[in-house]
């Protein structure tokens, strides 16, 4: 029995070290022919003001004028600036745009949670334009929007779904701060209310769409301090949290240069597991991706690096594995996430019962975690943690369509 067991993890091995580490981007941004000023510092805006002939001494305060509508007041168009000068409004309408992704479809789900599936035109080729989803969960105390880094997803973690996709290029940081842009765009989130959560609706923000943020460190670092900016859209950086697999290198520059709140997406305690679920593991194994946690700049009780757990039914739910979990987070300020797995069609894996899912979770509070379990969120439109492939990858011209004119209509 034993020989049998050994040499099953042998091969478990041997097919783990067949998946590629990484995937390699099969395009590069292409600008479209009026580029966009969203996703631009204070700084790149004055740039291109005087790439246009705006004056030496007028671009920091016509940088700062453009700043405001876009990130305060979610202008659309150069129209709307009734504050700068007619013949200004006209110049930079010639060369620049305010643009976003453009909602192509839009799905409810029957708990509240919105995906979106948003176009990313790339150059005048309207049949190279790319798409990805983001997705927004509302609750009592907050408003949380899921943002992608990439196209596609770097890695092969083979609980995910959106890791099965090809990895088709980096996003730009005008690309992820615009889908925060679109989500106040849909959400009328722009103007002054009174909700449960204050005067917004989308009050946190999580790196924990499509891709893996740090293998798109500067635009994912450029996007959220255009994000986290008092004078803009002005998302504290402690409701923003950046998840990575363990791009170990990478992980200090998050707190050094972001200075956001951070997730590992860990799922194994042990490394001949984790080299399964999360093939990155074999280029940054355990010991060096929670010794980079110990080492996070700024992390404290008040400030504790998430750790998110899926829950898999068989494989990694026992409490030897809780055991170990505890174990290996000491000295770290830690919090657990517990995931049930969320189905997708052709997974291998099934979701822990929900019985061995408290006993894990208890094991681990009892233990000093905090250990909540995520409600899954958008099962039905398969807008859940580690779903958002784009079943609309699937969906013929036709259904499309049609979703792209609920979307429009809404």
């Known amino acids: ?124 080729d309207a049949q190279k334009a790319h798409e990805v989803e983001c997705v927004y969960i509302p609750e009592t105390d907050r408003g949380t929007l899921c943002v992608s880094s990439q196209v596609g997803c770097t890695l092969n973690c083979s609980f995910c779904h959106t890791g099965t996709q090809r990895l088709v290029r980096n996003l730009t940081p005008g690309e992820i701060v615009g889908q925060v842009m679109v989500a106040r765009d849909r959400l009328n989130d722009w103007v002054d209310r009174e909700t449960p959560n204050g005067n917004r609706l989308v009050t946190n923000i999580v790196m924990m769409g499509m891709g893996e943020p740090l293998y798109n460190f500067d635009a994912v670092r450029d996007a959220l301090l255009i994000v986290t900016d008092n004078e803009g859209i002005g998302i504290s950086r402690r409701r923003v949290t950046l998840s990575t697999s363990g791009v170990v290198p990478n992980i200090k520059r998050t707190g050094d240069e972001i200075g956001v709140m951070l997730a590992i997406s860990l799922h194994a305690v042990r490394d001949e597991l984790r080299n399964e679920l999360v093939p990155l593991n074999r280029k940054y194994p355990l010991k060096e991706l929670l010794q980079a946690c110990r080492d996070y700049p700024g992390a404290s009780n008040a400030r504790r690096i998430t750790f998110e757990y899926v829950m898999l039914k068989g494989v990694n739910d026992s409490l030897d594995d809780a055991r170990r979990l505890v174990q290996l987070l000491k000295g770290i300020p830690a919090k657990i996430n517990l995931i049930p797995f969320n189905p997708w069609p052709g997974s291998k894996y099934e979701c822990s019962d929900w019985d061995q899912i408290e006993k894990f979770s208890e094991y681990v509070f009892n233990a000093g975690y905090s250990s909540p379990v995520r409600t899954p969120r958008g099962r039905d439109i398969l807008a859940a943690c580690g779903q958002l492939k784009s079943e609309t990858e699937k969906l013929s011209v036709r259904e499309r369509d049609a979703l792209r004119a609920m979307a429009m209509t809404d």
């Open 1 to 124: 029995m034993l020989r049998a067991v050994t040499r099953l993890n042998r091969i478990a091995m041997t097919l783990a070290a067949a998946v590629p580490l990484e995937k390699t981007p099969l395009e590069t941004f292409v600008p479209p022919a009026k580029p966009s000023l969203v996703g631009l510092s204070r700084g790149e805006i004055a740039h291109q003001l005087g790439a246009i002939g705006v004056a030496p001494g007028q671009r920091k305060m016509r940088a700062q004028q453009l700043w405001h509508w876009m990130y305060v007041r979610g202008a659309r168009e150069f129209s709307e600036m009734t504050n700068v000068s007619k013949e200004m409004r006209a110049q930079l309408a010639e060369h620049f745009t305010v643009d976003r992704p453009e909602v192509v479809a839009e799905q409810i789900s029957a708990d509240g949670t919105r995906k979106w599936l948003l176009r990313l035109p790339s150059g005048n």
